[in-house]
């Protein structure tokens, strides 16, 4: 199937690693993950169950692929990733569900890093 790809299409994508550890803290290990997110220069917000990136999908999937691997190569003995996509068409913009409505407390603490 050939991919097909707007002009300007901004994504959300929400992950969520869940490490599994022999010794050690899983936690240190999420934390190596939300590095790797941090450094990637997307727009991103870290909450209690999952980080959102907002971006282009396949670099988006990247980044939580890595973000996979990293914890594997910290001392993970199994990785277990969730992801959600949120992908709209322009003709979304007056739909219930829409992120794009101004700063809201849900989308308030967006972190820039640098890409716009």
Partial sequence: MAKTKQAGNEVFVAFQVIPRVREGNNFEIVDKAI??????????????????????????????KHAQQVC???????????????NKTPD??????????????ANHMFVDNGST
């Fill in 72 to 86: 594997l190569d910290n001392g993970a003995v199994e990785v277990i990733t969730n992801i959600k996509i949120h």
């Fill in 92 to 105: 979304a913009t007056d739909t219930f569900c829409t992120y794009d409505r101004g700063v809201t407390p």
């Fill in 35 to 64: 590095e790797v997110v941090k450094q990637a220069g997307v727009p991103f917000q870290v909450g209690a169950m999952e980080t959102t990136m907002k971006g282009d999908l396949d670099q988006l999937l990247d980044i939580a």
